[in-house]
Nanobody, 128 residues
Framework: VQLQAYGGGLVQAGGSLRLSCAAS????????MGWFRQAPGKERTFVAN????????YSAGSLKGRFAISRDNAKNTVYLQMNSLKPEDTAVYYC??????????????????????WGQGTLVTVSS
């Protein structure tokens, strides 16, 4: 299984980026997918998750309205659209595949340990 995250980079505050995560080696359409981020010296935190059906999504409370997750099962790709970026959004962003047996509930999909597969991360740097 491979999850390849890309699309990160340097952006000014107020700008936008779209991250992509291409999956291979798994039945992508069967997996809920998530994004996490890890800032320097901090723990990995939940950003968003999308159900395998592509219709149900959840973004962390502080990010709602700015970040949106989506997926294209035909392309085996999950996306994270990030708008109105702030310097505090600077982090390495990781995509991950949730264990298929996990109930799609926030108390589960917000926990990194519930995920079976992880991408390598892509760095987003937001300058002030």
């Amino acid at each position: 299984v491979q999850l390849q995250a890309y699309g990160g980079g340097l952006v000014q505050a107020g700008g936008s980026l779209r991250l992509s995560c291409a999956a291979s080696g798994l039945t992508f359409s069967s997996y809920p997918m998530g994004w996490f981020r890890q800032a320097p010296g901090k723990e990995r935190t939940f950003v968003a998750n999308i159900h395998s059906n592509g219709r149900n999504t959840y973004s962390a409370g502080s990010l709602k309205g700015r970040f949106a997750i989506s997926r294209d099962n035909a392309k085996n790709t999950v996306y994270l659209q990030m708008n109105s970026l702030k310097p505090e959004d600077t982090a390495v962003y990781y995509c991950a595949a949730l264990n298929m047996g996990t109930s799609w509930e926030y108390r589960f999909f917000s926990k990194p340990e519930r995920y079976d597969y992880w991408g390598q991360g892509t760095l987003v740097t937001v300058s002030s």
